[in-house]
């Protein structure tokens, strides 16, 4: 191991240190013999086109046409491998001590205050005791109390998320001192109660009264609303009285609840409770709302108001604490005095709880959450943000490290200190006026302050932005991992949240802050190209359209540009392929994976080029020549017992007619049929082999990643199967592409 900075005798003990990984040396010897190969082919395909146009006739269009597509293919793997190898140069791995740190805050007393943003958009897609169990396990942080705000933002607008959160401050009361006495590392309820091996009286007691709390809930969530006898106190009715007829969700005034204040509330041992306040912003429909976003920063000002924080943590509603010491880490990083002021955020990786043992539909995103940051937390200037599980500095979202931006409102600046408790009703009024619909007309908010505007993906929009304005960030991946969160478990939910992405990544490519031009220019190559792989991710569907589809169709019709068996170029393609495939699951390897897990993640890779990718790249488009508009599809977080019992086995769930089946289908057809009649061609011409060999092999490799939808089609009969329209559909079009193929060939 590489000799960890930052330790020396007389200096202060370490908040953190950090050594680089071994991988990074052989890592980089590695890109050069690689990066050689690409040259080579290239240099062949620029031989090989000219050779072509030079001899060309009308005859040789479609040979033309189709090595044009695969130098297309090709340019665009070389650019993402490029933009890849970013990440390789220098992977770190971070410590921190929070011992140390405690020491240090224990002396001076002075323990930072901490606002937690908690977003919740539907009810129905997020049940509101999941998004409870996420406030409570943060609410239970082992952190001063007096110190910690939660805020909840609803986007929902619903009566029945407030009144979760109203029996969630009394539950509290007894759930924090609970935590505290019995030095509980898992703070959600549920994850608890699930886990929990040893049983006490109190632990009993406990879970009797988390079970009431939990049938309440539930039972107002299947009537889809809140009776009179639900109700304790004249506060709770005042509160949702504010449901008038002509309330909906997407029009209603701002509700605004100071559920828990801690300057007069305590729970049953007295001490002092965290504020927990619930709001939902002024929705009208007249103006946009920026889905997320907007609601964060509606909770920025909302929290200046109120607590106005130094750190605030940002949180998705279903991303519960799994490590009550969380913010300690976050500060040793945050609160050195020295480096701060650089730091915009600390960045914990998001990880997942539920996962099937092959992680089937690569949800754990390893190359996402986990490889590609500890690569670019070794630049210059750290990593992305992913939009949960994050600690940021306040003022970062102010303007640069230089030169800071000042808002309309005082009260809304970073340094305004607040002193009076969260009730207090001057605050009160002023949290309402920050939180209405149009409020931000005419400022600089989504623009140059706080979470920006402009794409759907605003995490990764709004990380880049403050990286492009100067600020660092750190990754930080304890053993523990810090936060747990939902994960879709059907192929449909998987790959709707991906297009969502998809549209969000090209918003931010196609803008005038395109990565690789802005980016570069203001913060250098490597973190523009770091930038570019993510913004221009969706492009991989280019490469894996031609491949699948426009090659094996060409091949089938007697046209093809692949080298024989025996020509030397083949090793060149046989390297190209196997170094990038073996380095992909060395990396995941040494991220704890397991070859079946990298082998789910490759195909979910393919898979989502030629779906999400793919009609994501297609919906932008369509909504940049005005066609439609866009949406936040919120990720469904709910799951019935049938469809988790599928997916612990493994099995893929399909059931619905999707155009995104349809993709996938035909790319699963048309390998088949090649395959079937190249390996037709060599049994009767066995001298044929050596050109076969390559189609062959592709084809054989699509189709063995093609398996569950072979067996989807043909092999099932529950209600997970691939549905009979879908592969008719496909069968059909693959016919028409057939056709079309024929045709265009044997015209010319
Ligand atoms: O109008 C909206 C839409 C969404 N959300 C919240 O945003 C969060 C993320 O939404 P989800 O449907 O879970 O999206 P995912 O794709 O699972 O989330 C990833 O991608 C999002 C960007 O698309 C990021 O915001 C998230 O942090 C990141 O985890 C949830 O808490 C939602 O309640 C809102 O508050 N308002
Ligand atoms: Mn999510």
Redo the contacts with the bound molecule.
């Keep these: 191991m590489a000799p960890t900075q930052n330790l020396s005798t007389s200096a202060p003990p370490p908040l953190h240190t950090f050594h680089v990984h071994h991988r990074a040396v052989p890592y980089r010897l590695f890109a050069v013999v690689y990066l050689s190969a690409i040259l080579l082919l290239f240099y062949h395909h620029l031989y090989k086109l000219t050779n072509l146009l030079l001899h060309s006739t009308t005859c040789s269009f479609p040979l033309v046409f189709l090595h044009l597509s695969m130098v297309l293919a090709d340019a665009i793997l070389a650019f993402m491998w490029i933009t890849v190898q970013v990440f390789r140069m220098r992977p770190i791995q971070r410590r921190t001590f929070p011992d140390n740190l405690v020491k240090m805050l224990d002396k001076s007393g002075k323990y930072p205050g901490l606002d937690v943003f908690i977003?919740?958009?539907d009810p129905y897609k997020?049940p509101p005791m999941s998004v409870v169990n996420t406030a409570l396990s943060v609410m239970a942080y082992e952190y001063p109390t007096d110190r910690i705000s939660v805020y909840v933002?609803d986007?929902g607008g619903s009566k029945l998320t407030l009144f979760a959160f109203m029996e969630a401050a009394k539950f509290a009361r007894h759930w924090l001192p609970f935590c505290r006495a019995n030095r509980l590392v898992e703070r959600s309820p549920d994850a608890y109660f699930g886990n929990n091996h040893s049983s006490s009286e109190d632990i009993e007691e406990m879970k009797t009264m988390y079970e009431a709390m939990k049938v309440r809930v539930e039972n107002i969530m299947e009537r889809g609303e809140v009776n009179e006898e639900c109700l304790t106190c004249q506060r709770e009715r005042v509160a949702l009285n504010k449901w008038r007829p002509g309330f909906t969700r997407q029009d209603h005034p701002t509700v605004n609840e100071v559920l828990l204040d801690n300057g007069e509330d305590r729970d049953i041992t007295g001490h002092k409770m965290p504020n927990l306040v619930y709001i939902a912003r002024e929705k009208s429909k007249s103006s946009s709302h920026h889905?997320?976003a907007g609601?964060l920063n509606v909770l920025t000002r909302v929290s200046a108001t109120m607590t106005n924080a130094p750190v605030i943590l940002t949180l998705?509603?279903?991303t519960y604490s799994n490590d009550p010491i969380t913010p300690l880490r976050a500060l040793c990083f945050l609160w050195e005095p020295l480096k701060g002021l650089e730091l915009a955020y600390v960045q914990f990786p998001?990880h997942f709880s539920g996962i099937n043992e092959n992680d089937i539909y690569a949800n754990e995103n390893k190359r996402l959450y986990r490889v590609n940051p500890i690569g670019m937390d070794g630049l210059q200037q750290g990593t992305y943000y992913?939009?949960?599980g994050c600690f940021f500095h306040r003022r970062a979202l102010f303007g640069s490290p230089s030169s800071q931006l000042f808002t309309e409102r005082r009260e809304l600046n970073p340094e305004h200190v607040v002193d009076k408790d969260v009730k207090f009703e001057a605050d009160l009024s002023m949290a309402h006026l920050v939180a209405n619909s149009n409020y931000e007309d005419g400022t600089n908010w989504g623009s140059k302050i706080g979470f920006r505007y402009g794409s759907?993906?605003?995490?990764y929009y709004t990380g880049y932005k403050l990286q492009c304005e100067g600020w660092k960030s750190v990754f930080c991946d304890p053993e523990r991992p810090a936060f747990l969160g939902d994960i879709p478990i059907s192929l449909h939910d998987v790959l709707s949240?991906n297009k969502?992405?998809t549209i969000?990544l090209l918003e931010v490519a196609f803008s005038k802050y395109c990565p690789s031009i802005y980016g570069i220019r203001s913060m250098g190559i490597l973190m523009g190209l770091a930038y570019s792989h993510f913004a221009f991710g969706p492009f991989w569907s280019i490469p894996f359209t031609i491949y699948a589809f426009i090659v094996p169709l060409a091949f089938i019709n007697g046209v093809s540009s692949f080298p024989k068996v025996t020509d030397l170029l083949l090793c060149l393609y046989v390297f190209l392929f196997v170094g990038a495939y073996a380095q992909d699951l060395i990396d995941f390897l040494l991220t704890n994976g397991t070859i079946m897990q990298w082998w789910s993640d490759q195909r979910m890779w393919l898979i989502r080029g030629l779906t999400s990718h793919l009609f994501g790249s297609i919906d932008f488009f369509l909504q940049k020549l005005g066609f439609s508009a866009l949406i936040?599809d919120?990720?469904n977080k709910v799951v019935d017992d049938e469809q988790s019992k599928q997916y612990e086995k493994g099995v893929f769930k399909f059931g619905v007619t999707s155009p995104f089946f349809v993709t996938i289908t035909m790319a699963a057809i048309v390998n088949l049929i090649t395959f079937v009649v190249v390996v037709l061609r060599v049994v009767f011409l066995p001298e044929k082999f050596g050109e076969m060999f390559v189609q062959m092999f592709i084809s054989g490799f699509v189709m063995v990643n093609c398996w569950p939808i072979y067996e989807g089609i043909a092999l099932r009969v529950d209600k997970g199967r691939m549905p009979m329209k879908t592969a008719t559909i496909s069968l059909l079009l693959v016919g028409i592409l057939h056709y079309v193929t024929f045709y265009l060939i044997n015209t010319c």
Excluded: I, N, P, Y
């Excluded at 759907?456 to 995490?459: F, R, Y």
């Design positions: 977003c919740t958009a997020e933002s986007d889905f997320k609601a998705d509603c279903d998001q992913v939009g949960t759907l993906v605003e995490d949240q969502r992405w969000g936040f919120v990720t």
